[in-house]
């Protein structure tokens, strides 16, 4: 296959975003945007296919700048999942965003974003990729700026942050190996300050796209303002495919990052802090839009450790996981963005007994939190028990801290099942908690066709995922970025995911009979209690308040108190110390046009002086020269 379809990924889209800037039609947006990413999709997928490929063009006059492009299994497989996603986004798109305002500006930024990304994931240059990486920071602006400003300009700083340190840490790697080209350094020894310095910096730019702390503030705030596509395809599957390829990068290509390393030790560290926090802040939040974030945040922590456990089933399971992140956490952001568009509202507060309205909507929210949660035999419980999995083998290798990862890990499990519950029975189980509100009821009707689609795909890929754990996520693609893992056998232990479904799905068989005989009348029937008393209309059990005691515990009380004044935010901070930097430079700019203003009046000044100097008469010019010559002669003459 000729190597310049690896271009097609990057500028078809691209090229297509200035098309729908330019076109007001909104179903023309609609149908180019749906048709260009169905056909990046088959792109990709070929990419995949095909194996390895290169492509090599002179770009600058100078030794070593050439645009260079390499596909191989890790980059095609994350190739194909941005165009996966990109695709399902923009068919979601056409039904949600249709009558927003700035559609030209939204279809066209997430045109570019795929492209841009694309490009990123198949750079064989550090320096064609930090190009494709910074423009995915100005876009992310862009598509932040259709909700607020104020939050496009949280994110731009956190990338901003993330961007800088990644520039530094290509200087130093350049200064290591002495090459731009990626794939000519080869696993550097972290052995030395510049080695750990650059591993670090280039660290730093990675977790930064992901969302993991202390680069989280701006999603939930996001969440809660910017439209559910664009969380649903940037925090929750594009900044984490690109964000984890390129930890994945440094940590195994470029670095040597040893298991039980003291670099390792730290990402275990910043992973399990990660998922403790994200999953107790999740617990006590309001709407399910807050909620998720925090749930997205969470799972950014398993990347890391996953990763960072640096033997090739964590690291298999961290990408496992990548995949599993990806599909349901958008699954989730596009469930709640279809309750929103029915109900005009994701608070916890004002939504309940949404499962009889929107039956599908609500199925794949319970496929996708169940496998989120890690709930046997969803994709989510097959990549956690993985991460596990690479825990213990790590304790294997000499790791003294293991049992700390691990606990913190299947914590955050615990956690996550739990906030799942809390919004699965505030928004579609249980009822409003505001009486007020039962009077407005939402549409009774499930959502569209186009939004649909995505949801139960994506719902479907949980199933098919767990189900056929081993052929398709680990045979065809984990195994593929992971050539060192071992057989199946050699360490999954008791676990067959086929035994497994057929004795859940005889589970579920034996609860609708035994459901079913409760029906028959013949059973006596019997008032509902709650709290030892009859359950009454007044007594709504809404699951807004569901662990809002967790906030009064010993040492969680003043952690929620700093979140809530969001004194954790590190953004703020950013964005204070750049209002103080553009205060004084706007002093300076004053300063210096009052200096050159000053100096522009004194010299006008002086040249309308000389002009009543030139009388015209030749005996005045005569007896200027004359003076002239006598200061002259006594200048000389001293």
């Not at 390895?52 to 890790?74: D, I, K, N």
């Not at 995949?323 to 699954?331: E, F, G, P, R, V």
């Not at 801290?401 to 913190?408: P, R």
Request: aromatic content about 12%; some cysteine.
């Amino acid at each position: 296959m000729n190597s310049s379809i690896l271009l097609y990924p990057i500028f078809l889209p691209m090229l297509a975003g200035i098309v729908c800037l330019l076109i007001p039609t909104r179903w023309v947006k609609e149908g180019l945007s749906v048709g260009v990413t169905a056909i990046t999709l088959v792109l990709g997928i070929s990419i995949f296919l095909k194996g390895q490929l290169a492509f090599v063009r002179p770009w600058l006059p100078v030794e070593g700048f050439q645009f260079t492009l390499r596909s191989y299994h890790f980059s095609s497989l994350i190739l194909v999942f941005i165009a996966l996603f990109g695709f399902l986004i923009s068919l979601y798109s056409a039904r949600f965003m249709a009558e927003r305002p700035r559609l030209r500006e939204y279809y066209a930024y997430l045109l570019w974003t795929i492209g841009a990304s694309s490009g990123a994931v198949l750079s064989n240059s550090l320096i064609v990729f930090l190009l494709f990486w910074g423009s995915m920071a100005v876009l992310l602006y862009g598509l932040l700026s259709l909700g607020s400003y104020r939050v496009a300009t949280k994110g731009l700083i956190t990338m901003g942050v993330g961007d800088f340190s990644l520039l530094l840490g290509i200087l130093l790697l350049y200064r290591i190996s002495g090459t731009f080209q990626i794939n000519e350094i080869l696993r550097i020894p972290l052995e030395g300050g510049i080695a750990v310095s650059a591993f670090l910096l280039l660290t730093v730019g990675a977790i930064a796209k992901i969302g993991s702390i202390p680069f989280q503030r701006w999603i939930p705030v996001a969440s809660e303002e910017v439209p559910m596509p664009v969380m649903a395809f940037l925090p929750a599957s594009l900044d984490k495919l690109v964000g984890i390829y390129l930890l994945s990068r440094v940590s195994f290509d470029l670095f040597a990052l040893g298991a039980n390393s003291a670099v390792s030790v730290l990402l275990m560290i910043i992973g399990s802090f990660t998922i403790v926090v994200a999953a107790l802040m999740a617990l006590t939040q309001s709407s399910m839009k807050s909620l998720l974030a925090y749930l997205n945040i969470c799972a950014a922590g398993y990347l890391m450790v996953g990763l960072a456990t640096g033997n090739p089933v964590g690291i298999g399971g961290g990408l496992f996981y990548l995949l599993n992140t990806a599909i349901w956490t958008s699954c989730l952001f596009l469930v709640a963005g279809s309750v929103e568009s029915q109900t005009h509202t994701t608070e916890f507060s004002q939504t309940g007994g949404l499962a009889r309205i929107m039956p599908i909507t609500f199925t794949c929210c319970l496929i996708a939190g169940l496998s989120l949660s890690g709930i046997p035999p969803l994709s989510g419980f097959f990549s956690k028990w993985m991460i596990y999995q690479g825990i213990v083998e790590g304790a294997r290798a000499g790791g003294g801290l293991w049992i700390i990862w691990l606990l913190a890990a299947m914590f955050g499990s615990v956690l996550t099942l739990a906030s799942f519950m809390k919004l699965t029975h505030a928004t579609f189980l249980g009822t409003s908690s505001k009486a007020e509100v039962q009077d407005v009821k939402p549409q009774s009707k499930e959502v569209g066709l186009s939004m649909l689609i995505p949801m139960v795909g994506l719902a479907s890929l949980c199933v098919v995922f767990g189900i056929l754990a081993y052929r398709i996520p680990l045979g065809l693609f984990i195994s593929g970025a992971v050539p060192q893992l071992p057989q199946v056998s050699d360490w999954m232990g008791w676990w067959q995911p086929g035994l497994a479904t057929i004795l859940i799905i005889l589970g579920l068989v034996v609860g609708a009979i035994i459901y079913g005989l409760s029906k028959v009348s013949a059973i006596r029937e019997d008032d509902a209690y709650i709290g030892g008393e009859v359950a009454t209309s007044q007594m709504k059990v809404s699951g807004v308040d569901f662990y809002e005691t967790v906030k009064n515990l010993a040492g969680f009380k003043r952690i929620y108190g700093l979140a809530d004044k969001g004194k954790l935010d590190f953004s703020r901070g950013g964005m204070a110390f750049s209002k103080g930097v553009a205060t004084v430079l706007l002093a300076i700019d004053r300063a210096v046009d009052s200096v050159w203003s000053g100096l522009a009046s004194f010299f006008l000044l002086l040249g309308r002086a000389g002009g009543f100097l030139h009388t015209g008469m030749l005996h005045s010019y005569l007896a200027w020269c004359l003076l002239g010559i006598i200061v002259l002669l006594l200048v000389f003459l001293r």
